[in-house]
């Protein structure tokens, strides 16, 4: 039978068993509990998330953080660099201001759209292709989140199929215990606005929530034909859940979910030469009015949780994921790529001439249409059993995920001439003609880990198994109809055993002393060459938590030692956009995170204001061990002891809050060192390195009702003007002082 065939019987079966399952809660019969029980709702939780309840984070055998819906309120933020700033050992690239596709990493490993951590929304896989193309040009829109749960070290070896770098789970809008919802209205300067509601309730056996959100802004940058430089977002979410009685032989729940969104953004990847940065650091040039993102997303999930007893339990959810993007952006100029033109202007005046509105001849601005389409489909089950030996606890969690993706690659590329500053089309591309190929991974992943606590040591093995067919299949740019004539396919097969351990032992109460050590994976992607190895690395961390009623703090630190590390050829990370992975050898990875939060009011004894205060600290020293030469740009020829670039050796964020009565004010604070953008030692020279800034962003908050919110929000108060990035093309500002205010009404 082959893996296809597999595959749907599995999905059927899953199907039919869930279709059983909900027609057997339905015809449950009611009694005078209409909510389980606290015991139920904690092992739910601890199934489907990577942290589960704050609380729990002593317990954890790694660096975890959560971030919660109050957190998330606070600042209000719909921008996922920012709130994942409060985080320390996450390494950010920004790129667009708004953080709709963000460049994530952690310990050290690489940012180029956050391809090397695990990615989830409801402990799902949520990158479009996570196997055959891991690159996050969707991301869960912040504004409908919930929470965020953040793991890292070998605390996430439970989440693959990237294990060295770290996991994070974004949590929706949950179904509320009883009858709730929540609107909220906000706008802003360049007519940024958002409307969000939802609504929701539980009632006996069944429960449902439904949410709709919509954002949109006409940007800060300022195009030269004074076009948009925005976007557009709309979001819809339900969810639906049926579940027997608390007090059933066997407790049983069912939550099916399912979502959509699209985006319009008229987004580029063109930036600025840094002489016009300087002079004018929010212009976009007139060779980018054409650029736009289209995409649409869809999601559906369904989940089948089953309690058998006090100590065994079952977790069933089978989800699927489409996903379409047609990125319309500048390739070219007079035959030249754009980052040879900005990184060279001197060398190329005409064509920075035609970008900046010059008339040209026909086809001299080349635009390409990147069309892809992706799927990525799953079943995964989790079984929990829990066990005494004596005085020795047991928490054994055996896992199985078959899991499917795959990315369509469909491209053309359009010719356009400038005349009076506007772009003209002067030869109209045939789709299939620039690339027409089909990467696909087929993922049987295998984890079993187990908690065994004896009086104040906590030891935390486990094992994850990744088999991994991928297929490439190339149909080749003249056979646009895929009859196969010119077809060249290419299969491989990467098995990989990754093992990993955490110990936690509780000095007192309030201290707890962390280790761990794991080994790191993650596969290279269809199209790699065929000398591509698996990233491989072995990880280490060392530290300690303190809690107490008064202050939380965290201080680990990391040791990653890669054998081969992996670089990926991605045009948002400067190369040519084949997302091919290549061998980059050995690299060396430590580092220092520290973490601190209080509320000074409890500190002093302050009985009418609050005084909420949190700081995090990282330093990373990443660095490549071993010589060679790449056709990456940011890498290039590159010698043992060499930075790794976009990696910042210091990063701090700091937030102080005030609060008396209905008023409440908060204060976040970010500081950036240069960070490298090229591979090197030493300093870097001017022209490569990102700006250092110091950034403030202010929210306040007054209840005027029990259910009417106000508030305002500015972002970048001192409105510093800063480099954030100089790729893929050209350097990138940063966002500039924005002002927003709104209201929230709950019921």
């Given at each position: ?26 015809k449950g019969s009611p009694t005078a509990e ?389 772009m003209v089309l002067t030869s109209a591309g ?252 030493g300093s870097p020279n001017l022209n490569e ?59």
């Amino acid at each position: 039978m082959s893996t296809l065939s597999c595959f749907k019987l599995t999905f059927s079966a899953l199907i039919g068993t869930l279709i059983f399952s909900a027609a057997a809660l339905a015809k449950g019969s009611p009694t005078a509990e209409s909510d389980t029980t606290k015991t139920i709702d904690e092992i739910i939780l601890d199934r489907i998330t990577v942290v589960g309840a704050p609380v729990w984070i002593n317990s954890i055998p790694g660096a975890a953080s959560y971030i919660s819906p109050a957190d998330l309120q606070r600042q209000n933020y719909t921008d996922i660099n920012r709130i994942l700033r409060t985080v320390s050992g996450i390494n950010i690239q920004e790129e667009d201001g708004f953080g709709l596709r963000p460049n994530i990493g952690m310990r050290g490993a690489g940012v180029e759209r956050s391809t090397k951590i695990n990615l989830m929304e409801d402990g799902i896989l949520a990158a479009p292709a996570p196997y055959s193309a891991p690159a996050a040009y969707y991301f869960p829109n912040m504004g409908r989140i919930n929470s965020v749960e953040v793991r890292k070290g070998s605390a996430q070896i439970k989440y693959g199929p990237n294990t060295t770098g770290g996991a994070i789970n974004l949590i929706s809008t949950p179904i509320p215990s009883s009858f709730a919802g929540m609107a909220e209205l906000s706008i802003g300067e360049n007519n940024s606005n958002k409307v969000y509601t939802n609504l929701g309730n539980q009632h006996k056996n069944f429960g449902y929530m439904v949410e709709a959100l919509h954002m949109g802004n006409d940007g800060f940058k300022q195009l030269d034909n004074n076009g948009s430089t925005g976007f557009t977002i709309n979001d819809f979410l339900g969810k639906f859940m049926v579940r027997t009685n608390p007090d059933a032989p066997i407790f049983q729940r069912l939550e099916l979910k399912a979502g959509y969104n699209d985006q319009y953004s008229d987004e580029t990847y063109l930036g600025l030469t840094r002489d016009d940065f300087a002079r004018t650091p929010l212009r976009r040039y007139a060779g980018s009015q054409a650029d736009r993102m289209d995409t649409e997303h869809i999601q559906l999930m369904a989940r089948h949780f089953a309690l058998f007893s006090d100590h065994v339990d079952l977790t069933t959810t089978l989800y699927r994921n489409t996903f379409s993007r047609e990125w319309y952006k500048l390739q070219s100029v007079n035959n030249t790529g754009l980052a040879n033109v900005l990184n060279h202007p001197e060398q190329h005046q005409s064509a920075l001439a035609v970008l900046r509105g010059s008339d040209s001849d026909d086809n001299a601005l080349v635009v390409r249409s990147n069309n892809r389409t992706y799927y990525s489909q799953g079943v995964e089950s989790i079984l929990a059993i829990s066990f005494d030996t004596g005085e020795i606890r047991n928490q054994v969690e055996f896992g199985v995920r078959f899991h499917q993706d795959e990315e369509d690659r469909f491209q053309f590329e359009d010719g356009y001439r400038m005349q009076n500053g506007e772009m003209v089309l002067t030869s109209a591309g045939v789709p299939g003609t620039q690339a027409n190929r089909i990467g696909s991974a087929t993922a049987l992943s295998i984890y079993l880990k187990d908690q065994i606590t004896y009086n104040r040591l906590t030891f935390s093995p486990g094992i994850r198994f990744e088999n991994i067919w991928f297929t490439n299949r190339n149909y080749g740019t003249s056979d646009v109809e895929r009859t196969g004539v010119n077809l060249i396919e290419t299969e491989y097969t990467i098995s990989e055993f990754v093992p990993g351990a955490g110990v936690t032992f509780k000095l007192s109460d309030n201290f707890t002393l962390i280790s761990g050590v794991h080994r790191g994976f993650s596969p290279p992607s269809p199209g790699s060459a065929s000398d591509t190895r698996s990233e491989q690395s072995i990880n280490y961390e060392l530290g300690f938590r303190f809690a107490d009623n008064l202050v939380r703090s965290e201080l680990i630190g990391f040791y990653n030692n890669y054998s081969n590390l992996l670089g990926s050829d991605l045009a948002a990370g400067g190369g040519g956009g084949t997302t091919a992975q290549f061998n980059a050898g050995k690299v060396r990875v430590y580092g220092v995170e520290f973490s601190t939060n209080t509320d000074f009011s409890d500190l002093f004894d302050f009985s009418s204001v609050t005084f909420p205060f949190n700081l995090n600290y990282t330093f990373t020293n990443a660095t490549f061990r071993s010589d060679f030469v790449s056709d990456f740009g940011p890498w290039g020829s590159v010698v043992a002891g060499d930075e790794i670039p976009y990696i910042p050796r210091h990063q701090l964020n700091a937030a102080l809050g005030f609060g008396k009565g209905a008023y409440s004010l908060n204060l976040n604070t970010v500081f950036s060192p240069h960070i490298r953008t090229v591979a090197g030692s030493g300093s870097p020279n001017l022209n490569e390195r990102t700006d250092r800034y110091f950034l403030l962003d202010l929210s306040s908050n007054y209840q005027a009702t029990s259910s009417v919110n106000l508030f305002v929000n500015v972002r970048n108060l001192l409105d510093q003007t800063y480099i954030v990035s100089d790729r893929p093309a050209g350097v990138r500002p940063g966002l500039p002082r924005t002002f927003m205010g709104g209201m929230r009404f709950t019921l």
